[in-house]
């Protein structure tokens, strides 16, 4: 038998996104007894449940660090082909780090390139410079 206060304690850490099983272990109860408790309409489906368990997972360090450059480098003004360029990885790659939110519209995409033209040598000093050195 489960007290209400115990009762109301595993629906609000289940709402929290925690897992039927983590609930359990967390107050020692079985899950049967979690999964009791639990309204039937509450219940996450099997997809859902997928989800939450992706999301509750803990990212490995190297992902991190990988995640940090990607943001830093993208940040910086580099394109997405560039960054995936200077870490070695793939596009698909770069944008699965970002969230919708940082990543950049395509009128500011658009300034930048148009900034970095500008930024780019006269060609002559292009020509003269490569040149020299191929002497």
């Given at each position: ?7 109301g ?6 709402r ?11 107050l020692?109860?079985?899950k049967?007894?979690?999964?009791r ?9 099997a997809?859902d ?11 490995s ?10 943001v ?10 560039e960054?995936?360029?200077?870490l070695?990885?793939t ?14 519209s ?17 060609e002559?000093?292009?020509?003269q ?7």
């Amino acid at each position: 038998m489960v007290t209400a206060e115990v009762a109301g304690l595993i629906r609000r850490r289940y709402r929290e996104g925690i897992s039927i099983r983590a609930v359990a272990m967390e107050l020692g109860i079985s899950k049967t007894t979690v999964q009791r408790q639990l309204p039937p309409g509450e219940r996450r489906s099997a997809v859902d449940a997928a989800r939450q368990r992706h999301k509750n997972r803990p990212e490995s360090l190297d992902a991190r660090k990988l995640r940090l450059q990607v943001v830093q480098l993208y940040r910086s003004g580099m394109s997405a082909a560039e960054v995936a360029s200077a870490l070695g990885i793939t596009t698909s790659k770069v944008w699965s780090r970002f969230p919708r939110q940082l990543r950049r519209s395509r009128s500011d995409t658009a300034a930048l390139a148009g900034r970095r033209v500008a930024d780019r040598l006269p060609e002559r000093e292009i020509i003269q410079r490569y040149a020299a050195v191929s002497r």
